[in-house]
């Protein structure tokens, strides 16, 4: 393309923009820049939305809106959703709202990477119960819940020595936990399940919600963690990735 073409080029797209604007319209530019001059509490960074069953906690089985989030502080060595860690878009609350609402079911689910890394995150929750869903957080055990609206249902993962974030475990979140929340271990080997056990018995954590005990996929036979829960007669759960047995490592399943 030769320097003139492109100076036409430039100008026309000039003028493009000028009309749309002109005539009360926005042009992408436009959009982001009213997102980004919001205030942290009433935007987040999105990674996707997305409609699948819930394949985890309680909710286990419910169609569900998965909202997840951008960015993680921690680096889990299982981790299977590493896509979020980086790039997303930004999006309003009202905004984001409204595309849940599209998808017509009562169950959301706000996850990440690390949900509550973001400051729009807290806001974001008590809004979505505002407006009648049964919410859900998936949050790390890293970061403070103690601000989460109390009508949410949050599922803390405390990490064990095998996902290498062990010392991330903020162990001042158990005693806010609540009988409508769950603590989750996601376990490697033997070596957590036994670590796992003994923070049960230590902070009686059955007394306090459910307590989830999954098996990192493809790294624990589902079958030789039930023995184990059996053998040592212990008052949690066995749960296994629904969503993994259905489309495996299917993105924004």
Not at 159 to 177: D, F, V
Not at 228 to 246: E, F, G, M, N, T
Request: hydrophobic share 40%.
């Amino acid at each position: 393309m030769t320097g003139q073409a492109l100076k036409c080029d430039e100008f026309g797209f000039r003028a493009i923009v000028a009309v749309v604007r002109r005539c009360g319209l926005k042009t992408e530019a436009d959009i982001v820049a009213d997102i980004s001059s919001l205030p942290a509490t009433q935007r987040v960074k999105l990674t996707e939305v997305f409609l699948s069953i819930q394949g985890e906690a309680d909710a286990v089985g419910w169609p569900t809106v998965f909202v997840r989030l951008t960015g993680c502080p921690l680096r889990c060595g299982y981790c299977d959703t590493t896509y979020s860690f980086y790039g997303g878009e930004w999006q309003s609350t009202a905004t984001l709202l409204q595309q849940v609402k599209d998808y017509g079911v009562d169950h959301v689910c706000v996850t990440g990477g690390e949900p509550l890394a973001q400051q729009g995150c807290v806001p974001l929750l008590k809004s979505l119960c505002d407006a009648g869903y049964q919410v859900s957080l998936e949050t790390s055990g890293a970061m403070d819940i103690a601000s989460v609206d109390t009508r949410v249902s949050r599922v803390l993962d405390l990490k064990t020595p095998g996902s290498g974030e062990l010392a991330r475990n903020r162990y001042e979140n158990l005693p806010l936990l609540t009988s409508h929340d769950q603590v989750k271990f996601v376990l490697c080997d033997r070596v957590d399940y036994e670590w796992a056990r003994e923070q049960v018995k230590q902070h009686q954590l059955d007394k306090r919600c459910a307590v989830l005990f999954s098996p990192v996929h493809g790294q624990i036979a589902p079958r030789d963690l039930a023995e184990w829960i059996l053998a040592d007669r212990l008052p949690v759960r066995l749960q296994v990735q629904l969503h993994k047995y259905l489309w495996g490592d299917e993105k924004g399943r």
